[in-house]
């Protein structure tokens, strides 16, 4: 079993930047890809980025190149969202989530565990 609990949410104006985390607890956290989702009101959870076990590999959802950084700490067993250039859209709960895969996965499925979430709202 694993445990996630996401911080760092809040709420910013257009532009600004917000770095969320979330910590893990349980079974060895280098075992595990990780990925960050979001889901807004009315919406399905989406995909925004993942890391691979050892962090040498990432993934972006488009909408997210190149203003969110994706990065893990497995000494720490942290994974971290650097989130700059923030929009309105970009306003919905994140979730991290933990996979036992050797892969990063862009569907909700293979993951095996999920944070509570945390809410980002970016604010025109």
């Known amino acids: 079993q694993v445990q996630l609990v996401e911080s760092g949410g809040g709420s910013v104006q257009a532009g600004g930047s917000l770095r969320l985390s979330c910590a893990a607890s349980?079974?060895?956290?280098?075992?595990?890809?990780m990925g960050w989702f979001r889901q807004a009101p009315g919406k399905e959870r989406e995909f925004v980025a993942g890391?691979?076990?050892?962090?040498?590999?990432?993934y972006y959802a488009d909408p997210v190149k190149g203003r969110f950084t994706i990065s893990r700490d497995n000494a720490k067993n942290t994974v971290y969202l650097q989130m700059n250039s923030l929009k309105p859209e970009d306003t919905a709960v994140y979730y991290c989530?933990?996979?036992?895969?050797?892969?990063?996965?862009?569907?909700?499925?293979?993951?095996?565990?999920w944070g509570q979430g945390t809410q980002v709202t970016v604010s025109s």
């Open positions: 890391i691979s076990r050892g962090g040498s590999r990432t």
């Open positions: 989530a933990a996979d036992q895969g050797p892969g990063i996965y862009l569907s909700t499925e293979p993951y095996d565990y």
């Open positions: 349980g079974r060895t956290f280098s075992n595990y890809a």
